[in-house]
């Protein structure tokens, strides 16, 4: 594990390579799972706020869903995520023109339309955080249908925390990004002694 101010991070975010793979995967992170993306509370605020830019780029079964459970709802342990549709898509997508699910809060903001890009448990995926009394672990957790964007990373050479540079500093900062990389940097991390991390327990929530 690497200590940075209140933090505990998995060395696999350096150890190991991933690059989002869209047109293998189709988006599978927003439709796979037994709940919705994990929420934090002042998100459920920024939710409704926002739906009303939101609704158009939705499909109508997830508007209905959203109407009917509300903008975010408690899943089975008692967390807050996304409502599903047919408890399994989360309701917060769209399909593009090549048959790939995304996120239509994240469309919404690149066009400019709200300034609330994602829930950041989906833009950090598939890094997963778990909030403990003193400090938060930072951990990755891949699964089945990473291992495209596994095998992309691997060919380009991009370890996680690269790739997912924006998310990182969007909810750490610049000067706790940047003591990671300088970690790398350094080569400290043995990725033959590296551990996995503190379990998250979200194996099987969404990551739209």
Same mark, same amino acid.
């Given at each position: 594990?690497? #200590? ?6 998995? $060395?696999? @975010? ?28 002042? #998100? ?8 009303? !830019? ?6 109508? #079964? ?11 709802? @408690?899943?089975? $342990? ?65 699964? $089945?249908?990473? !291992? ?42 043995? !990725? ?7 379990? !998250? ?8």
């Amino acid at each position: 594990m690497i #200590e940075i101010d209140n933090t505990l991070v998995s $060395d696999e @975010l350096l150890d190991k390579q991933f690059v989002c793979n869209l047109s293998a995967c189709k988006g599978a992170c927003c439709v796979d799972g037994d709940s919705g993306a994990p929420l934090e509370e002042e #998100e459920c605020s920024l939710l409704e706020e926002v739906y009303d !830019s939101v609704k158009p780029y939705m499909t109508p #079964e997830g508007v209905e869903e959203v109407e009917k459970q509300g903008n975010f709802v @408690l899943d089975s $342990d008692g967390d807050l995520s996304t409502p599903l549709v047919n408890n399994q898509q989360c309701a917060y997508v769209y399909k593009d023109d090549k048959g790939i699910t995304k996120c239509a809060v994240e469309k919404a903001f690149l066009n400019d339309e709200i300034s609330f890009r994602k829930p950041i448990s989906c833009y950090l995926f598939p890094v997963r955080l778990k909030e403990y009394p003193t400090f938060t672990a930072v951990n990755l957790q891949l699964i $089945d249908i990473c !291992s495209d964007a596994c095998d992309l990373g691997a060919k380009l050479k991009v370890p996680v925390y690269k790739f997912l540079e924006q998310p990182l500093v969007q909810r750490f900062g610049q000067d706790w990004y940047n003591t990671l990389k300088a970690v790398d940097d350094a080569g400290i991390i043995d !990725s033959d002694t590296s551990d996995q991390g503190i379990d !998250s327990n979200d194996s099987n929530s969404l990551n739209p």
